[in-house]
């Protein structure tokens, strides 16, 4: 069966109230049939559920399901997406460890190895999405003031800037290195890439993103190698970021269309940027599946589809964002992405805020840019908005000269 028909059809088992969907398993714990069983189960040569914690029927299910989707061999999730990056680095790293990461980053992410893991003697080395393999490599080997990579972590395509790193050559130095590679696979989501085909041995998702894709409940999952998982789940069993059931619950059923949902976010994502490319009030657009994407050879060679979220640039800076939003009709001005609805955020006074502005300026990310997440609204209608919007905020902007 193909992926799709899998993503609808895996579920927990029948209960004897032979239930068609799922029932939600809201308990704290589970019983034992006997001492002997209690006793199995701790120690790890039976399998079942012990406290929902550890695990629970509608987080397996839905792990199950994001497991088959990237061809993980075992995965665990998490209350949420920054817990799934947090717990794959933290379990998996110790002191004098080196983590090499690419410089296009997550504000959070950024912080957690910046401000966190510096503070338990992890040190790190920014490497630019567009760097060559030699680049990579000597940030990768050791030297006299760092060890070897013991980890490389990455977006790809990133936030903001969507900026693609090269999957296929980080699977050739891992092979020759042996580190571990780490992939945040958020934005292009399983159904548009999966890095574990290209020699990645992670795969980080928030699951608030496309995989609910309706924005309604937080959630995050780390698929990958049965060794490091083992590693994660230890940490994770013991830190206790647990998913809440009724999260995965929701969850799993998103997963029954996040085909259709991807299919029409990216149609309407690449719609959207072609015709704001042309539009005489934009400076510039760049989404991966368009020509003028500096790396779209690459996004075509390792992504199924461009993704749902559109960067553009308007001259002016933050003044001319804020007429801008004034003009717009449809979206919802929010920090989140990946919802039905389209959303529009400022990620220099939101989500990468903290950065410090040569950080900024080196990701690309300044004060007139705006991040869409493009929703599933009709295409005529979100293509007027942000045309109308475009030139009234423009035209707003000269009149305050």
């Known amino acids: 069966m193909k992926k799709q028909t899998k993503a609808i059809r895996t579920q927990t088992r029948k209960t004897q109230y032979r239930e068609h969907s799922t029932p939600l398993f809201l308990t704290s714990s589970f019983t034992f049939e006997s001492a002997e069983q209690g006793k ?8 079942g559920n012990i406290y929902s914690r550890f695990s629970n029927p509608n987080v397996t299910e839905f792990v199950d399901k994001v497991c088959m989707l990237e061809g993980a061999e075992e995965g ?3 209350g949420t997406g920054m817990a799934a990056v947090f717990a794959s680095m933290a379990a998996l790293l110790k002191s004098g460890d080196h983590i090499v990461a690419c410089r296009a980053l997550f504000g959070s992410a950024h912080q957690i190895i910046t401000q966190i893991l510096s503070k338990w003697g992890i040190t790190h080395t920014y490497v630019d999405a567009t760097a060559t393999e030699a680049e990579w490599e000597a940030a990768i080997q050791p030297s006299a003031d760092k060890p ?21 050559m980080l699977g050739r130095l891992k092979e020759k290195y042996g580190f571990i590679l780490n992939v945040d696979n958020c934005f292009a989501t399983p159904l548009l890439q999966t890095p574990i085909d290209f020699g990645a041995d992670l795969s980080v998702h928030s699951a608030t993103k496309f995989m609910d894709g309706q924005g ?25 970021p647990s998913m809440s059931p009724f999260n995965a619950w929701i969850l799993s059923k998103s997963l029954e269309t996040l085909d259709l949902r991807m299919e029409r976010h990216c149609r309407n994502a690449l719609i959207l940027a072609e015709a704001l490319e042309k539009h005489p009030d934009v400076a510039t657009v760049k989404y991966p599946f368009l020509p003028s994407h500096p790396q779209y050879d690459l ?59 040569d950080e ?4 690309g990310i300044t004060p007139g840019l705006v991040r869409i997440s493009v929703g599933l609204e009709d295409i005529d209608d979100l293509v007027a908005d942000f045309e109308q ?13």
């Open 216 to 240: 309604r409940v937080l959630g995050g999952i780390v698929v990958g190698r049965a060794d490091l998982m083992q590693q994660i789940r230890f940490f994770a069993r013991h830190t206790g």
């Open 389 to 401: 919007a475009a030139t009234v905020s423009a035209e707003a902007l000269r009149q305050s000269v």
């Open 299 to 357: 996004a075509k060679a390792q992504m199924s589809a461009g993704g749902a979220v559109v960067t553009i640039e308007l001259e002016g800076g933050f003044e001319r964002v804020q007429a801008f939003y004034d003009a717009l009709q449809i979206p919802t001005l929010s920090s989140n992405l990946g919802d039905a609805r389209t959303i529009v955020t400022n990620p220099n006074t939101t989500t990468h805020a903290k950065l410090k502005p």
């Open 360 to 363: 900024k300026a080196l990701l």
């Open 148 to 168: 070897a990579a013991k980890m490389v972590y990455l977006e790809t395509p990133s936030n903001p800037g969507l900026e693609l790193v090269d999957l296929a």
């Open 40 to 47: 199995a189960l701790f120690e790890e040569t039976e399998e």
């Open 76 to 78: 665990i999730a998490t």
